[in-house]
């Protein structure tokens, strides 16, 4: 099983609506939970990171589950602007730093 | 600068040849990564630095890949005698200091090295 998984998608969404993406990880030990956007051929963004609590930004709500270990992310009234894919990171710590681990990201396209 | 800097954008290279990658951090971030991603992946991590220290390389895929970063900024990625499965985009990241009792900060990315082996 790999460290932290993702559904690839595509996810293809009428403007307007929403749309959620779920990040599972494999280490119980996870300490800190990020989501990143990724346009086509650019580097990674941080979109926001994830607080136990759950945490919104405008259209953005994102959510950890440390039960069962996933964190995920809500987009409601999806853009066209939205369309990207959406890269989980989780970080735990070992050794005295930090280890990150990316997901394979998940593709979002809205569509017009 | 206000932001993680690489160079060179794209780099074209016949295999056999050593090629060499850099990555200029934000300044004052402690930490630094070096990850590669293939098309359709998520970024794979290859090693990281702590200031000046590799603190850990085990994602470097086999000895013909090596990384400094002597005055703890800007850091440079080596590859020898490349082949063609090294093709890949490059990312470099930097963060703030991220250890036990500290809050871990989120990674910043530079616009990464298009790296292209014919």
């Known amino acids: 099983r790999k460290e932290v998984e993702q559904d690839p998608g595509p996810f293809n969404v009428p403007e307007g609506a929403t749309v959620a993406f779920n990040c599972t990880y494999s280490?119980?030990?996870?300490?800190?939970f990020f989501w990143y956007r990724q346009d086509c051929r650019k580097e990674p963004k941080l979109l926001m990171s994830?607080?136990?609590s759950g945490n919104e930004d405008g259209r953005f709500t994102a959510q950890l589950n440390r039960a069962s270990q996933y964190i995920s992310l809500l987009i409601r009234d999806s853009k066209l602007s939205d369309s990207a894919t959406y890269l989980c990171?989780?970080?735990?710590?070992?050794?005295?730093?930090?280890?990150?681990?990316f997901g394979t990201g998940t593709k979002l396209q809205v569509i017009p | 600068g206000a932001g993680v800097s690489q160079s060179p954008r794209y780099k074209v290279a016949k295999r056999g040849q050593d090629v060499a990658l850099r990555c200029d951090p934000i300044?004052?971030?402690?930490?630094l990564f070096w990850y590669q991603q293939a098309l359709g992946q998520g970024p794979e991590f290859l090693t990281y630095?702590?200031?000046?220290?590799?603190?850990?390389k085990s994602g470097l895929p086999s000895d013909r890949f090596f990384a400094e970063r002597p005055e703890g900024s800007v850091s440079t990625l080596k590859i020898q005698r490349t082949q063609q499965e090294d093709s890949a985009v490059y990312l470099c990241?930097?963060?703030?200091?991220?250890?036990?009792?500290?809050?871990?900060?989120?990674?910043?990315f530079g616009d990464g090295t298009r790296l292209s082996i014919l």
């Open positions: 990171a989780v970080i735990f710590y070992s050794g005295g730093y930090q280890k990150v681990t």
């Open positions: 630095f702590q200031n000046e220290a590799q603190l850990d």
């Open positions: 990241a930097s963060s703030l200091v991220g250890g036990k009792g500290v809050p871990n900060q989120p990674q910043h």
């Open positions: 280490n119980s030990a996870s300490q800190s």
């Open positions: 994830v607080y136990s």
């Open positions: 300044s004052g971030h402690v930490s």
